[in-house]
């Protein structure tokens, strides 16, 4: 196995901050995987997929490991399900649209999300109302510390809103992931700017959700290529009863979501926006103008800026609203 050393991290972060890492390797196989983590393993260690939730503010001393298991099979088929298992580095829209060709339902909501197969379950991605969880039924790991395999069903990956046992810990390194996927579908109508561009269709095939919802997201995100950017930069915050109350005192028309027993969601971008940060720049980061949640680099290639520019956003929407919000993007 080839252990590359003091190798540029630029382009493997949506971000484009640059930083090196001292050890860095592309594990091909779980065996491989196993031979690293035992010739290893005092070093420091962080788990790379496509790069698209992270960026870099410093050099990375110690190993970083890249899994590349690309492979996809099915294994099992009936005449209702099939389930299918893909390796951590396959890219995630690619197997979007692989099942969607096939017309095996329950990713075509998650369409264009970037990034690797590896990495869907760690913040238990979502978009349109579905999540990784609606239909991961296992998934494969090798414990970082002990170099063991280790396999959770979807009860034990502990899945919540951008939340997983694997955020949580950090121990494990996804290998592989099942997906449980149907052979029928049904739409349902449930959001506005879905319906208005399938423009009234209400039994739309699975390819033209597909593609109505890579329209939208290609207007109202930033070309990750042209502006680098990681997604949402913060997560929506989620507020009990009483900080729901306070906040409403403040903005009267803040949008609220009930989301269980005194468990209420508020818009992360709204704020931003009310604290006037929409399409704000400060030297070379700034916000989108489409998306306020969306921090875009204009030109750094300092993580440090990134950094301090969400700082800034936090400060200012803690000061003016009295919510801290927290970062979706993990920062190294
Ligand atoms: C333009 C844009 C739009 C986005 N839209 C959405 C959206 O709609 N919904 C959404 O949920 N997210 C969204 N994201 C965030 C991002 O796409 C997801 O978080 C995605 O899962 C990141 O995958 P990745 O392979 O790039 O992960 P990385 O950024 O490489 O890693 C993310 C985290 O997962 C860990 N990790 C990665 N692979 C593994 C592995 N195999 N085993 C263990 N740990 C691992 C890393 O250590 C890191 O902590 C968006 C991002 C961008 C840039």
Redesign the pocket.
């Known amino acids: 196995m080839k252990i590359q050393h003091n190798k540029q991290l630029q382009q493997y972060n949506?971000f484009r901050t640059k930083a090196v890492a001292r050890l860095f390797c592309e594990p091909q196989s779980v065996d491989e995987l196993s031979e690293i983590l035992k010739s290893f393993p005092d070093e420091n260690k962080?788990?790379?997929?496509?790069?698209?939730?992270?960026f870099f503010t410093k050099n990375y001393d110690g190993l970083i490991i890249k899994?590349a298991m690309y492979e996809i099979n099915i294994i099992s088929d009936d005449e209702n399900f099939v389930e299918i298992e893909a390796g951590?580095a396959v890219e995630?829209d690619n197997l979007v649209e692989e099942c969607v060709s096939k017309g095996y339902s329950g990713l075509e909501n998650l369409s264009l999300?970037?990034?690797?197969v590896?990495?869907?379950p760690?913040?238990n991605?979502?978009?349109y109302g579905s999540e990784a969880k609606d239909t991961i039924t296992l998934v494969k790991t090798v414990d970082i510390k002990t170099g063991e395999q280790k396999e959770f069903t979807n009860n034990e990956c502990r899945f919540g809103y951008?939340d997983s046992i694997?955020k949580q810990t950090r121990r494990?390194?996804?290998t592989s992931v099942i997906f449980r996927l149907n052979k029928s579908f049904t739409y349902e109508e449930k959001y506005v700017d879905l319906s208005r561009e399938l423009k009234g269709n209400l039994t739309p095939s699975l390819s033209q959700i597909r593609e109505a919802i890579i329209a939208i997201r290609s207007r109202k995100?930033?070309d990750?290529n042209k502006l680098p950017?990681?997604?949402?930069f913060f997560k929506n915050p989620i507020l009990t009863k009483e900080e729901k109350e306070a906040l409403q005192k403040k903005i009267v028309d803040v949008p609220i979501y009930n989301i269980g027993e005194n468990s209420f969601k508020t818009s992360a971008a709204f704020l931003i926006e009310k604290a006037g940060f929409k399409g704000k720049t400060i030297g070379k980061v700034g916000t989108y103008e489409n998306h306020a949640l969306v921090i875009i680099n204009l030109g750094t290639e300092d993580g440090n800026d990134i950094l301090n520019f969400a700082q800034e956003i936090r400060n200012e929407v803690d000061k003016q609203f009295g919510i801290i919000l927290e970062p979706e993007v993990?920062i190294f």
């Open positions: 949506s962080l788990i790379l997929g496509a790069g698209n939730n992270l899994p951590a995630w999300i970037p990034g690797s590896g990495a869907s760690i913040q991605i979502g978009a951008r694997f494990y390194i996804i995100l930033p990750v950017n990681a997604g949402s993990w």
